[in-house]
């Protein structure tokens, strides 16, 4: 894959796995992660605003599948954190601090997502 080099915060070697080849297969995905991952961040904030330890622990569990395909470490591991910290009921301040370093990312991340969209 001659465009890993250039890019920075994803790795869409398991999304290739997945697709096998399938350009039309890889371009629906790209274009539902590029979709899916602002939505889901959203809806982490407003459950994280709002004290909603239960919708924090599914939003972070359902998106660990999505963080597969974008390949980020740093962005996984982020959200395993928030999931965590939800499902152990532990005190939920860390993650503010956690979903604004997410959103730094994550933009990165759509950005990267687009422009492999662009180039297929």
């Known amino acids: 894959m001659a465009n890993n080099g250039t890019r920075e915060f ?71 954190t928030v999931e965590r910290i939800a499902k152990n009921d532990e005190n939920i301040q860390p993650i503010g601090d956690l979903l604004n370093q997410m959103d730094g990312l994550s933009a990165n991340v759509v950005k990267e997502l687009g422009d492999e969209l662009k180039n297929l």
């Open 10 to 80: 994803i790795n869409l070697d398991y999304m290739d796995l997945m697709a096998d080849g399938d350009v039309d297969m890889k371009k629906t995905m790209l274009e539902m992660l590029v979709m899916e991952l602002p939505t889901e961040l959203a809806k982490l904030h407003d459950a994280f605003g709002t004290g909603d330890k239960k919708t924090l622990k599914s939003v972070s569990h359902k998106l660990k599948s999505t963080l597969a395909f974008v390949g980020n470490e740093s962005l996984d591991k982020m959200n395993k």
